[in-house]
Structures are given as C-alpha cells and as structure tokens.
Nanobody
Framework: QVQLLESGGGLAQAGGSLRLSCSAS????????VAWYRQAPGKQRELVATITTGAFVAYVDSVKGRFTISRDSAKNIIYLQMNNLKPEDSAVYYC???????WGQGTLVPVSS
C-alpha cells in the first residue's frame, strides 16, 4: 500500500523559511512525478510545484523565485523549500503522486505578518 507523509509544517513569520518533506512508503518516489499543492481556508486547492522523473520543475507564478522543489532519491523524499514566506502562503500543504492518485494527509503552514 502506497502512503505519503508530509512533515515540516508549523508557524512561520513573514520573511522566514520552512522546508517541507514528503516521504513515501510502498513506492520509490524517483519513479514518479510528484506535486505539492496547498489549500487555504475557504479557497480551492492550488497546485504549487511539480517535479518530474527527469527532474524538470515547475511552479505557480506566486511562488516562483521563493519556493524550490527537489528530490533526495537516497532518502525517498521530496522537499519543498519555502523562503521569504508571506501571509498569503498560509495553507495546508499536500504532496501528491498524480500517477497513482495518492495524496498525503497534509501539513499546516500558518504564516504570521
């Protein structure tokens, strides 16, 4: 059974940084494209960043230049490094394997101004 687990969330201050991790059991993440999404209260879930098996990355415009998605294949983890955080980045962040339609449970990132 494939499961994803996000970690690394928590209260951050505007201008600060956090690194989220998405770890997997039951599969090897390097064999999959992986996506990070976020959902703020009262808003639709939003695609934030993606990384392909070939390490091609893409970002939503609002996080370009501030967020970085990366792989650690040895640890079977996908990271989302978030720098220069803004209050509008506050959300629950989820990782997803689109090929298997698997979602993690999410990790909360509140950003105070």
């Amino acid at each position: 059974q494939v499961q994803l687990l996000e970690s690394g969330g928590g209260l951050a201050q505007a201008g600060g940084s956090l690194r989220l991790s998405c770890s997997a059991s039951g599969t090897t993440l390097s064999n999959h494209g992986v996506a990070w999404y976020r959902q703020a209260p009262g808003k639709q879930r939003e695609l934030v960043a993606t990384i392909t098996t070939g390490a091609f990355v893409a970002y939503v415009d609002s996080v370009k230049g501030r967020f970085t998605i990366s792989r650690d294949s040895a640890k079977n983890i996908i990271y989302l490094q978030m720098n220069n955080l803004k209050p509008e980045d506050s959300a629950v962040y989820y990782c997803r394997l689109p090929s298997l339609e698997i979602w993690g449970q999410g990790t909360l990132v509140p950003v105070s101004s």
